[in-house]
């Protein structure tokens, strides 16, 4: 369902993707792994059609992301790393806008508002004013939009970040129910969620992929935790 070729991205003098390849099948819940500026965000933003590669593409459910950005927008859900959102806005609101941006309609809206909201447990601040709401219920929002057209493709940076444990929990749980049904790719940087969701990982240092394998394999590879492990690649392999 996603199929990157050879995907770059640079910054100036800074290369932040160069030239990684890999793709992305239903069912699987591929993790993202890296040191802070390896090019994990940067590589989503790509996927989700908010940056344009200098070099390579992808297709997103086989939608070309340079051909046809519309339709690869419409497959996925993006939640970004600092959930962009107008804090003026109440959740229902902004919810509603994200229906109406998405053409979704009457009855549809009804169902896809009755389904999203208590799938994210935002029944109690539905009314508020996103401005008013901690970093856990601003995630949560941000998770409530990226899934209410209820997509093929989800891409999800970070999205347990500065949620309480009992929260990421229920994340968690739910990313797996989702699982089976859809192509889904996290960044992270937590690796017991990597173990707990993710039936695939790949390590990037320097927008270069190191390691594309299982949890399992790489601790049963390496003979340690897979923190021990993350830490040996990305110091040996991008040195």
Known sequence: MIEVKELRRNFGPVVAVDGISFSVERG???????????GKTTAMRILACFLKPDGGTATVCGYDILKDPINVCRSLGYLAENVPAYNEMTVGGFLNFICDVREIR?????QALDRIVPMCSIDSVYHQTI????????????????L??????????????????????EVRKLIGKMAKDKC?????HILEEVEAVCSRTII??????????????LKEEHQCSLDAVFRRITRTKSA
Request: hydrophobic share 35%; aromatic share 2%.
């Open 28 to 38: 699987e819940v591929l993790g993202l792994l890296g040191p802070n500026g390896a």
């Open 106 to 110: 009457g009855k549809d809206r009804k």
């Open 131 to 146: 401005e008013t709401l901690s970093k856990g219920y601003k995630r949560r929002v941000g998770l409530a939009q990226a």
């Open 148 to 169: 209410i057209h209820d997509p093929d493709v989800l891409i999800l940076d970070e999205p347990t970040d500065g949620l309480d444990p009992n929260q990421k929990h």
């Open 184 to 188: 889904i790719v996290i960044s992270t």
């Open 204 to 217: 990037i240092a320097r927008g270069r992929i190191l390691v594309d394998s299982t949890p399992k394999k």
